[in-house]
């Protein structure tokens, strides 16, 4: 079955203490993005990479990292969590052929920085 | 550059009535056009989606979209909602070429749907 795998569904962390949430897709996506989605606002990017070792910023790239070693997995990573980014994230791949249909999504990973 | 936006944050409606959520879309450069949904503690799922051809698109549990080049505009339509159509309502759109292959979404629609 396609689909995007995120982990955990469900953290809560304290300010400061380094957190990986991890992204992996079966379907040998190019491309893959990570967003965090908050009331109001929407889905605002993050990160996103069109290829291995391919990463560029997105609208909201502060106090993120992402790294892309391999093309199936795209780990968002928090050096020093701060209450702000309390969010719902979402990890979405998407092929190269624009026109097969859009992204595929994750289940997303609530993250509560306490 | 792309940016879409949903006119209405909240859209209330009886069940069985019929309902529109808006988007319209700015880009300087042709796009796909898509509209997800998203369930109470899911993720998102691709409802439909315009790629070319005829502006009429339909797509799963009843839905349906009309381009509207001159009015850049991707409206979303349902003739009779069910309860079950409650959730979050995303439209988004991808340039054809150049710049991020994932989409720019817009601010989402929560279509609330009452007995």
């Known amino acids: 079955e396609a689909q995007v795998t995120q982990n955990p569904r469900y953290l809560i962390t304290v300010t400061g203490k380094k957190l990986t949430v991890t992204c992996s897709q079966n379907?040998?996506?190019?491309?893959m993005s990570w967003y965090r989605q908050d009331p109001g606002l929407g889905l605002r990017q993050i990160y996103y990479?069109?290829?291995?070792?391919?990463?560029d910023k997105g609208d909201v790239p502060e106090g993120y990292k992402v790294s892309r070693k391999e093309k199936r997995n795209f780990p968002l990573i928090l050096e020093s969590p701060s209450p702000n980014q309390t969010s719902l994230y979402f990890c979405?791949?998407?092929?190269?052929?624009?026109?097969?249909?859009?992204?595929?999504f994750g289940q997303g990973t609530r993250l509560t920085v306490v | 550059a792309q940016s879409v936006t949903q006119l209405d944050s909240q859209v209330p409606v009886f069940e069985e009535a019929p309902v529109e959520l808006r988007c319209n879309y700015s880009?300087?450069?042709?796009?796909?056009l898509f509209w997800y949904v998203q369930y109470p503690n899911q993720g998102l799922q691709l409802l439909l989606k315009?790629?070319?051809?005829?502006?009429l698109v339909k797509g799963i549990n009843g839905f349906e979209a009309e381009f509207n080049k001159s009015q850049t505009s991707f409206h979303l339509r349902k003739p009779s909602v069910h309860i079950s159509d409650t959730a979050e309502y995303f439209c988004?759109?991808?340039?054809?070429?150049?710049?991020?292959?994932?989409?720019?979404f817009g601010r989402g629609t929560s279509l609330i749907v009452h007995p």
């Open positions: 979405a791949s998407s092929p190269r052929d624009r026109g097969s249909g859009g992204a595929f």
């Open positions: 379907m040998n996506h190019e491309y």
């Open positions: 990479s069109m290829n291995v070792e391919v990463t």
């Open positions: 880009s300087s450069v042709s796009v796909y």
């Open positions: 315009y790629l070319s051809g005829s502006t």
């Open positions: 988004a759109v991808s340039p054809l070429s150049g710049g991020s292959y994932i989409p720019t």
